[in-house]
Protein backbone atom coordinates (compact mmCIF):
# COMPACT_ATOMS: atom_id res chain seq x y z
CA UNK A 1 0.00 0.00 0.00
CA UNK A 2 2.45 2.19 0.39
CA UNK A 3 6.68 1.82 0.62
CA UNK A 4 8.03 5.52 1.33
CA UNK A 5 9.77 3.51 4.67
CA UNK A 6 12.64 2.23 2.82
CA UNK A 7 15.97 3.70 4.08
CA UNK A 8 13.69 6.03 7.31
CA UNK A 9 15.80 6.30 10.20
CA UNK A 10 13.84 5.45 13.03
CA UNK A 11 14.84 5.34 16.84
CA UNK A 12 12.61 3.33 18.68
CA UNK A 13 13.03 3.10 21.86
CA UNK A 14 12.14 -0.06 24.70
CA UNK A 15 12.94 -2.33 21.40
CA UNK A 16 14.39 -5.02 22.85
CA UNK A 17 10.99 -6.92 23.80
CA UNK A 18 6.89 -6.93 23.73
CA UNK A 19 5.52 -4.18 21.73
CA UNK A 20 8.42 -2.21 20.71
CA UNK A 21 10.72 -5.19 19.36
CA UNK A 22 7.42 -6.24 17.26
CA UNK A 23 6.86 -2.71 16.11
CA UNK A 24 10.69 -2.03 14.82
CA UNK A 25 10.57 -5.90 13.18
CA UNK A 26 7.51 -4.08 11.21
CA UNK A 27 9.49 -1.54 10.53
CA UNK A 28 12.65 -2.88 9.72
CA UNK A 29 10.29 -5.30 7.30
CA UNK A 30 9.26 -2.30 5.52
CA UNK A 31 12.45 -1.26 4.76
CA UNK A 32 13.47 1.15 7.79
CA UNK A 33 16.72 1.39 9.40
CA UNK A 34 16.03 0.84 12.84
CA UNK A 35 17.84 2.19 16.22
CA UNK A 36 17.22 -0.29 18.57
CA UNK A 37 16.97 0.46 21.99
CA UNK A 38 16.96 -0.98 26.16
CA UNK A 39 18.59 -0.77 28.84
CA UNK A 40 20.05 -3.84 29.16
CA UNK A 41 23.69 -5.03 28.09
CA UNK A 42 25.04 -5.08 24.09
CA UNK A 43 25.52 -8.61 25.00
CA UNK A 44 22.02 -9.44 26.06
CA UNK A 45 20.45 -7.55 23.14
CA UNK A 46 21.96 -9.77 20.73
CA UNK A 47 20.04 -12.45 20.70
CA UNK A 48 17.62 -10.04 20.07
CA UNK A 49 18.77 -8.11 16.96
CA UNK A 50 19.00 -11.99 16.08
CA UNK A 51 15.22 -12.14 15.65
CA UNK A 52 15.47 -9.81 12.90
CA UNK A 53 15.23 -10.63 9.65
CA UNK A 54 18.22 -11.85 7.62
CA UNK A 55 19.17 -8.10 6.05
CA UNK A 56 17.61 -5.77 8.63
CA UNK A 57 19.57 -2.93 9.03
CA UNK A 58 19.28 -2.37 12.55
CA UNK A 59 21.76 -1.45 15.32
CA UNK A 60 21.42 -1.87 19.23
CA UNK A 61 21.82 1.23 21.77
CA UNK A 62 21.68 0.36 25.23
CA UNK A 63 20.28 3.78 27.57
CA UNK A 64 18.79 3.71 30.68
CA UNK A 65 15.92 6.59 29.83
CA UNK A 66 14.71 7.58 33.64
CA UNK A 67 18.41 9.54 32.63
CA UNK A 68 17.87 12.95 31.05
CA UNK A 69 21.73 12.82 30.51
CA UNK A 70 21.04 8.83 29.22
CA UNK A 71 18.56 9.98 26.64
CA UNK A 72 20.45 13.04 25.02
CA UNK A 73 23.13 10.55 25.17
CA UNK A 74 21.04 7.69 23.17
CA UNK A 75 19.26 10.51 20.82
CA UNK A 76 22.45 11.66 20.26
CA UNK A 77 24.68 8.36 19.60
CA UNK A 78 21.63 7.11 17.12
CA UNK A 79 21.36 10.10 15.17
CA UNK A 80 25.12 9.57 14.52
CA UNK A 81 24.73 6.07 13.71
CA UNK A 82 21.96 6.08 11.78
CA UNK A 83 22.75 9.71 9.74
CA UNK A 84 20.06 11.84 11.37
CA UNK A 85 16.48 10.89 12.89
CA UNK A 86 12.84 10.97 10.37
CA UNK A 87 10.71 8.91 12.48
CA UNK A 88 10.75 8.67 17.06
CA UNK A 89 9.29 6.52 18.47
CA UNK A 90 8.64 6.59 22.36
CA UNK A 91 7.81 3.37 23.64
CA UNK A 92 10.19 2.46 26.55
CA UNK A 93 7.76 2.70 30.07
CA UNK A 94 5.99 0.07 32.14
CA UNK A 95 4.53 0.41 35.03
CA UNK A 96 7.29 0.50 37.91
CA UNK A 97 5.42 -1.49 39.94
CA UNK A 98 2.37 -1.16 42.21
CA UNK A 99 1.34 1.19 45.38
CA UNK A 100 -2.04 2.51 46.55
CA UNK A 101 -1.97 6.13 47.23
CA UNK A 102 -0.82 6.01 51.40
CA UNK A 103 2.10 4.12 49.88
CA UNK A 104 3.43 5.98 47.74
CA UNK A 105 6.68 7.70 48.37
CA UNK A 106 9.32 10.10 46.83
CA UNK A 107 11.35 6.68 45.60
CA UNK A 108 8.21 5.09 43.73
CA UNK A 109 7.24 8.58 42.33
CA UNK A 110 10.70 9.61 40.89
CA UNK A 111 10.79 6.05 39.27
CA UNK A 112 7.08 5.94 37.72
CA UNK A 113 7.41 9.03 35.96
CA UNK A 114 11.09 9.59 35.33
CA UNK A 115 9.88 5.89 33.53
CA UNK A 116 7.14 6.90 31.45
CA UNK A 117 7.06 11.21 31.43
CA UNK A 118 11.01 11.99 31.92
CA UNK A 119 11.87 9.37 29.00
CA UNK A 120 9.61 10.83 26.46
CA UNK A 121 9.86 14.24 27.51
CA UNK A 122 13.65 14.90 26.76
CA UNK A 123 14.06 11.60 23.89
CA UNK A 124 11.43 13.96 22.25
CA UNK A 125 13.87 17.30 23.62
CA UNK A 126 16.94 15.83 21.70
CA UNK A 127 15.60 14.48 18.50
CA UNK A 128 13.06 17.53 17.46
CA UNK A 129 16.59 19.08 15.85
CA UNK A 130 16.96 15.90 13.53
CA UNK A 131 13.06 15.60 12.75
CA UNK A 132 12.84 19.31 12.25
CA UNK A 133 16.00 18.79 9.75
CA UNK A 134 14.47 15.59 8.19
CA UNK A 135 11.13 17.48 7.43
CA UNK A 136 13.22 20.51 6.02
CA UNK A 137 15.03 18.36 3.33
CA UNK A 138 12.36 16.01 2.56
CA UNK A 139 10.05 18.00 2.29
CA UNK A 140 7.06 15.87 4.42
CA UNK A 141 6.23 15.27 7.52
CA UNK A 142 8.52 13.73 10.17
CA UNK A 143 6.73 11.88 12.53
CA UNK A 144 6.35 11.27 16.61
CA UNK A 145 4.29 7.98 18.18
CA UNK A 146 4.28 7.48 21.78
CA UNK A 147 3.16 4.27 23.58
CA UNK A 148 0.44 5.63 25.77
CA UNK A 149 -2.38 3.32 27.47
CA UNK A 150 -5.82 2.58 28.01
CA UNK A 151 -4.80 3.44 31.51
CA UNK A 152 -4.09 6.89 30.30
CA UNK A 153 -8.52 7.14 29.48
CA UNK A 154 -9.72 4.73 32.38
CA UNK A 155 -7.26 5.73 35.39
CA UNK A 156 -4.93 2.16 35.30
CA UNK A 157 -5.47 -1.40 37.51
CA UNK A 158 -4.75 -1.22 41.82
CA UNK A 159 -1.73 0.77 42.60
CA UNK A 160 -0.93 1.66 38.78
CA UNK A 161 -2.11 5.36 39.78
CA UNK A 162 0.85 7.24 39.50
CA UNK A 163 1.04 4.93 35.95
CA UNK A 164 -1.93 6.07 34.59
CA UNK A 165 -1.82 9.92 35.30
CA UNK A 166 1.87 9.54 33.63
CA UNK A 167 0.43 7.77 30.58
CA UNK A 168 -2.24 10.27 30.46
CA UNK A 169 0.59 13.21 30.43
CA UNK A 170 2.01 11.44 27.76
CA UNK A 171 -0.95 12.05 25.71
CA UNK A 172 -1.43 15.16 25.84
CA UNK A 173 2.02 16.57 25.61
CA UNK A 174 1.12 15.43 22.33
CA UNK A 175 -1.93 17.84 22.20
CA UNK A 176 0.64 20.61 23.51
CA UNK A 177 3.32 19.62 20.72
CA UNK A 178 0.86 19.16 17.44
CA UNK A 179 0.63 23.17 18.62
CA UNK A 180 4.40 24.26 19.25
CA UNK A 181 5.89 21.89 16.13
CA UNK A 182 3.29 21.58 13.35
CA UNK A 183 5.04 24.90 11.43
CA UNK A 184 7.70 22.62 11.19
CA UNK A 185 5.66 19.50 9.43
CA UNK A 186 6.65 17.57 12.64
CA UNK A 187 3.32 15.06 13.83
CA UNK A 188 2.65 13.72 16.99
CA UNK A 189 0.50 10.86 17.50
CA UNK A 190 0.05 7.89 20.53
CA UNK A 191 -0.91 4.30 20.04
CA UNK A 192 -2.90 3.54 23.46
CA UNK A 193 -2.57 -0.42 23.74
CA UNK A 194 -5.06 -2.12 25.85
CA UNK A 195 -4.07 -5.12 27.37
CA UNK A 196 -1.58 -6.78 25.18
CA UNK A 197 0.25 -10.02 26.23
CA UNK A 198 3.62 -8.63 27.30
CA UNK A 199 6.10 -8.85 30.66
CA UNK A 200 3.64 -6.05 31.23
CA UNK A 201 1.33 -8.43 33.02
CA UNK A 202 4.15 -10.97 33.91
CA UNK A 203 2.41 -10.46 38.06
CA UNK A 204 -0.84 -11.65 37.15
CA UNK A 205 -2.50 -15.82 38.05
CA UNK A 206 -4.65 -17.03 35.08
CA UNK A 207 -7.53 -15.91 37.44
CA UNK A 208 -6.88 -12.29 36.95
CA UNK A 209 -5.98 -12.72 33.38
CA UNK A 210 -9.50 -14.12 32.73
CA UNK A 211 -11.17 -12.38 34.33
CA UNK A 212 -9.51 -9.23 32.59
CA UNK A 213 -9.90 -11.22 29.51
CA UNK A 214 -13.83 -11.21 30.52
CA UNK A 215 -13.48 -6.70 30.14
CA UNK A 216 -12.74 -7.01 27.23
CA UNK A 217 -15.19 -7.41 24.09
CA UNK A 218 -12.73 -9.74 21.72
CA UNK A 219 -12.45 -11.91 25.08
CA UNK A 220 -8.60 -12.23 25.11
CA UNK A 221 -5.52 -9.95 25.64
CA UNK A 222 -3.66 -8.51 22.29
CA UNK A 223 -0.43 -9.66 20.73
CA UNK A 224 2.54 -7.06 20.46
CA UNK A 225 2.11 -8.55 16.69
CA UNK A 226 -1.21 -6.97 16.51
CA UNK A 227 -0.07 -3.39 17.44
CA UNK A 228 2.80 -3.07 15.40
CA UNK A 229 0.99 -2.22 12.30
CA UNK A 230 -0.42 1.20 14.20
CA UNK A 231 2.73 2.38 14.14
CA UNK A 232 4.16 1.70 10.74
CA UNK A 233 1.11 3.52 9.50
CA UNK A 234 2.06 6.52 11.76
CA UNK A 235 5.52 6.68 10.91
CA UNK A 236 4.44 6.48 7.00
CA UNK A 237 4.29 10.32 5.41
CA UNK A 238 2.24 8.33 2.94
CA UNK A 239 -0.11 6.66 4.95
CA UNK A 240 -0.50 9.23 7.60
CA UNK A 241 0.80 12.25 6.49
CA UNK A 242 -2.50 14.51 7.54
CA UNK A 243 -2.57 12.88 11.10
CA UNK A 244 -1.46 14.49 14.12
CA UNK A 245 -2.53 14.96 17.21
CA UNK A 246 -4.50 11.66 17.37
CA UNK A 247 -5.00 8.73 20.14
CA UNK A 248 -5.28 5.34 17.81
CA UNK A 249 -6.40 2.93 20.89
CA UNK A 250 -5.64 -1.04 19.57
CA UNK A 251 -7.63 -2.55 22.14
CA UNK A 252 -9.72 -5.43 20.75
CA UNK A 253 -13.13 -2.90 22.20
CA UNK A 254 -11.68 -2.79 25.94
CA UNK A 255 -12.52 0.75 26.04
CA UNK A 256 -14.40 2.50 23.05
CA UNK A 257 -13.57 6.06 23.75
P1 LIG B 1 7.93 -4.98 27.94
O1 LIG B 1 7.78 -6.21 27.13
O2 LIG B 1 8.31 -5.07 29.36
O3 LIG B 1 8.93 -4.00 27.17
C1 LIG B 1 9.42 -2.84 27.78
C2 LIG B 1 10.54 -2.27 26.93
O4 LIG B 1 10.97 -1.03 27.53
C3 LIG B 1 11.74 -3.18 26.85
O5 LIG B 1 12.34 -3.07 25.58
C4 LIG B 1 12.67 -2.61 27.92
O6 LIG B 1 14.03 -2.82 27.57
C5 LIG B 1 12.36 -1.13 27.83
N1 LIG B 1 12.65 -0.43 29.10
C6 LIG B 1 12.03 -0.59 30.28
N2 LIG B 1 12.60 0.20 31.20
C7 LIG B 1 13.61 0.87 30.59
C8 LIG B 1 14.55 1.83 31.02
N3 LIG B 1 14.60 2.29 32.27
N4 LIG B 1 15.45 2.31 30.11
C9 LIG B 1 15.43 1.83 28.85
N5 LIG B 1 14.55 0.94 28.39
C10 LIG B 1 13.65 0.46 29.25
O7 LIG B 1 6.54 -4.17 27.98
P2 LIG B 1 5.48 -3.76 26.84
O8 LIG B 1 4.17 -4.22 27.33
O9 LIG B 1 5.94 -4.09 25.49
O10 LIG B 1 5.49 -2.16 27.07
C11 LIG B 1 5.87 -1.26 26.05
C12 LIG B 1 5.11 0.04 26.27
O11 LIG B 1 3.70 -0.21 26.16
C13 LIG B 1 5.31 0.67 27.64
O12 LIG B 1 5.39 2.08 27.48
C14 LIG B 1 4.04 0.29 28.38
O13 LIG B 1 3.75 1.18 29.42
C15 LIG B 1 3.03 0.37 27.26
N6 LIG B 1 1.78 -0.34 27.46
C16 LIG B 1 1.75 -1.68 27.60
C17 LIG B 1 0.52 -2.31 27.75
C18 LIG B 1 0.40 -3.81 27.88
O14 LIG B 1 -0.71 -4.29 28.18
N7 LIG B 1 1.45 -4.58 27.66
C19 LIG B 1 -0.68 -1.57 27.77
C20 LIG B 1 -0.60 -0.20 27.62
C21 LIG B 1 0.62 0.41 27.44
P3 LIG B 1 15.06 -3.62 28.56
O15 LIG B 1 14.33 -4.86 28.98
O16 LIG B 1 16.26 -3.84 27.72
O17 LIG B 1 15.28 -2.65 29.66
Not at 49 to 55: H, P, V
Request: aromatic residues 6%.
Amino acid sequence: MFDDLKGKKILVTGSTAGIGLEAAKSLASAGARVAIHGSRSADTAQAVLEQFEAGADVAYFQADVRSSDACKSLVESAAEHLGGIDVLINNAGGLGGRNGLESIDDAFFDQVLDLNIRSVVMVTKYAIPYLRRSAEQSGETSSVISTGSIAAREGGGPGASLYGGSKAMVHNLHRNWVKEFTKDNIRFNTVAPGTIDTAFHEDKDQGTRDKISGTIAMGRFGSSAELAPAYVFLASHTASGYVTGQVLDVNGGQMCP
